[in-house]
């Protein structure tokens, strides 16, 4: 699979609802893809992400099995260079640009090159930025930095716009897995207003409404995750082509 950006950057000029779901595969069963990915097609999801903070499952094993089942785009969503697969059709090459830790700076990027090299995986540079969201998530304990402050509107915009700066192709808004409240809209829609590259919501999506103020404020991609997999009734309101965008 080729051109997984341009394809982005196409569907988000002509306002195409864009949804990722988010498999991590410690929290997903061999078994249970199938059924799975079976309800991924029936929705209005136009991307699989597949990565997690902590990871070890074989997820080579895993990426083919969701890819025998479906012709979205698998995308890794990696916490580590462990999690780094040629089976994948891209990768987001995360650089967590809210914190200050070197290693998820630049460091690990430089460790994941030779296994990169050897692969045809489409590589996605973008600027990942953490948001507290009421709790300590996953990330946060990983990486060792700090989430930014939700009050702290224009230091996100502007760390966000310097990823931006910097050559980042995509911006990624997380408030992390689990998380209590998602990305508030007018966080959303001030980093929204400052960029030119597509922004992604990540984190705390769990309801209908969640998506509609992602996607209101100006969200291009919206990730869902833990939601998807275990509320039925979350699932049966993202079947298409039932399903519509209510703007604010």
Request: proline share 4%.
């Amino acid at each position: 699979m080729k051109n997984l950006y341009k394809d982005i950057i196409i569907n988000s000029q002509i306002a195409k609802t864009q949804l990722a779901v988010l498999i991590d595969p410690d929290k997903m069963e061999i078994k249970n893809i199938s059924s799975f990915i079976g309800k991924v097609n029936r929705s209005i999801a136009t991307h699989i992400f597949v990565g997690g903070s902590e990871v070890d499952t074989n997820i080579d094993e895993q990426i083919l099995e969701i890819k025998s089942h479906t012709k979205l785009p698998v995308i890794l969503f990696p916490g580590d260079t462990n999690q780094i697969s040629p089976e994948a059709d891209g990768i987001l090459f995360l650089s967590l640009i809210s914190g200050r830790n070197p290693d998820y700076l630049i460091g690990k990027h430089v460790e994941a090159v030779p296994k990169l090299s050897t692969t045809n995986l489409e590589i996605l540079p973008t600027g990942y930025l953490l948001v507290e969201n009421g709790k300590k998530t996953s990330v946060e304990k990983v990486s060792k930095t700090t989430p930014m402050l939700r009050a702290d509107i224009d230091l996100i915009r502007d760390t966000a716009k310097a990823g931006e700066l910097l050559g980042m192709k995509l911006i990624y808004l997380e408030a992390g897995s689990g998380a209590i409240q998602p990305i508030d809209s007018d966080i959303i829609s001030k980093v929204k207003g400052s960029l030119n590259i597509p922004l992604i919501i990540g984190g705390g999506i769990k309801t209908k409404q969640d998506l509609n103020n992602a996607y209101g404020a100006g969200a291009d991609i919206v990730v869902v995750g833990t939601a998807f997999e275990k509320d039925e009734s979350f699932f049966e309101d993202l079947l298409k082509p039932e399903f519509k965008i209510t703007a604010n």
